[in-house]
């Protein structure tokens, strides 16, 4: 296999995951496995994405973009780590892990949307992939970190949807590559 095709695949499994694992397992779908138990599955195969995105930047080395692919990525496994930690808190205590998840997701946005800016800025995906992801970074830290989540699960939707359909998107475009 391929390392394009390796890397695509880690960007699909990373986005798709979480849908499978919360919805299909999770209390908030098939109620098979408990929220502490559904949390430690996502993080595990999400580990998939910071992966995905290491990949995609090493083939970026000496391009324009090249630093700032490497800053969001070093931001969004930083944050990733640590709002994962939120999450598995949150499973016992929820108080404790919401105050991780609300400084630690909106950084992990703030992550997603700098790597999209060194991905405009190489030309490495078409041009409204990468405006989209810049977007969803601002938007995702405006409602998680702003906003928080709790207070308007309305905007949770489509920060996560989005976030899972540009992941997916950069995953075929990889492969296609």
């Known amino acids: 296999m391929s390392s394009k095709m390796t890397n695509g695949i880690l960007f699909i499994i990373g986005a798709i995951a979480p849908i499978v694992v919360y919805l299909g397992l999770g209390p ?37 973009g090249h630093g700032y692919a490497k800053a969001g990525l070093l931001i ?18 929820i108080e404790l892990g919401e105050a991780l998840q609300s400084t630690f997701w909106p950084a992990m946005m703030i992550g997603f949307g700098i790597t999209g800016m060194g991905y405009f800025v190489q030309k490495i995906f078409p041009t409204w992939l990468s405006v989209l992801m810049m977007l969803l970074g601002i938007f995702g830290f ?6 928080g989540i709790t207070d308007n699960a309305v905007l949770e939707t489509p920060l996560w949807l989005g976030f899972t359909l540009i992941n997916i998107s950069l995953g075929v475009l990889t492969i296609r590559k």
């Open 28 to 64: 908030d779908g098939g109620d098979i496995i408990d929220v502490a138990t559904a949390e430690r599955i996502v993080f595990w195969i999400m580990l998939s994405l910071p992966i995905a995105y290491m990949m995609t930047a090493d083939t970026m080395s000496g391009g324009a």
């Open 76 to 93: 969004l496994i930083i944050s990733y780590a640590a709002g994962s930690v939120g999450d598995a808190i949150a499973a016992q205590n």
């Open 142 to 147: 405006v409602v998680i970190g702003v906003i």
